[in-house]
């Protein structure tokens, strides 16, 4: 399988620490992920610096990986990502991480799909509200934006599942994104 390149969205202040794990998985190659001194000089600039870095990133980009922890939904750039990736003809997968653990051996509330009551285009929510779960895991297999998540709560247990799937999920994303005019 070929070794996709892909854009993590995730918000920062909660998950940079589940998001590090998933990125070292080793099967994805991924932009940069800021340090804690690196996001803080580029959030404290304009608006329009942070689009810039999120557009230059994106374009060497086949799929967007949304980490969904507790408040990813609510993520203002969260939002700007989906919408850029869904514009540019990107796969979008969502993949719930709340039950990794952080660097204090601690879980987090599962947070909202970042993907309910989104709008992009008509296109874009037709595929979102018109479909539903294949199964208890929430895979979305006939969604631009497919979403999973594991119901087993150890993090070791979703670490694996996670590892075990994430080839899988990003490429039926780029095929499902195919299938639509860009």
């Known amino acids: 399988?070929?070794?996709?390149?892909?854009?993590?969205?995730?918000?920062?202040?909660?998950?940079?620490?589940?998001?590090?794990?998933?990125?070292?998985?080793?099967?994805?190659?991924?932009?940069?992920?800021?340090?804690?001194?690196?996001?803080?000089?580029?959030?404290?600039?304009?608006?329009?610096?942070?689009?810039?870095?999120?557009?230059?990133?994106?374009?060497?980009?086949?799929?967007?990986?949304?980490?969904?922890?507790?408040?990813?939904?609510?993520?203002?750039?969260?939002?700007?990502?989906?919408?850029?990736?869904?514009?540019?003809?990107?796969?979008?997968?969502?993949?719930?991480?709340?039950?990794?653990?952080?660097?204090?051996?601690?879980h987090s509330e599962k947070g909202t799909n970042p993907f309910n009551n989104f709008c992009v285009d008509k296109t874009f929510n037709y595929i979102v509200e018109n479909d539903s779960p294949a199964d208890s895991n929430e895979i979305k297999l006939n969604s631009i934006c497919t979403t999973y998540n594991s119901d087993f709560y150890t993090s070791k247990f979703v670490y694996e599942d996670i590892k075990n799937n994430i080839e899988r999920l990003i490429e039926e994303a780029i095929q499902i994104r195919n299938r639509y005019p860009k």
């Open 1 to 106: 399988m070929v070794k996709r390149q892909v854009f993590f969205s995730f918000h920062f202040s909660n998950d940079v620490w589940r998001t590090g794990q998933i990125r070292n998985i080793g099967v994805i190659e991924a932009q940069p992920i800021f340090s804690d001194n690196g996001w803080e000089k580029v959030r404290l600039k304009s608006d329009t610096s942070i689009k810039s870095w999120i557009d230059s990133e994106m374009k060497r980009r086949s799929c967007l990986i949304v980490l969904i922890g507790s408040e990813t939904a609510s993520r203002k750039w969260i939002r700007y990502e989906i919408e850029q990736a869904w514009l540019q003809g990107k796969g979008i997968v969502g993949i719930y991480i709340h039950n990794l653990e952080d660097t204090q051996g601690k």
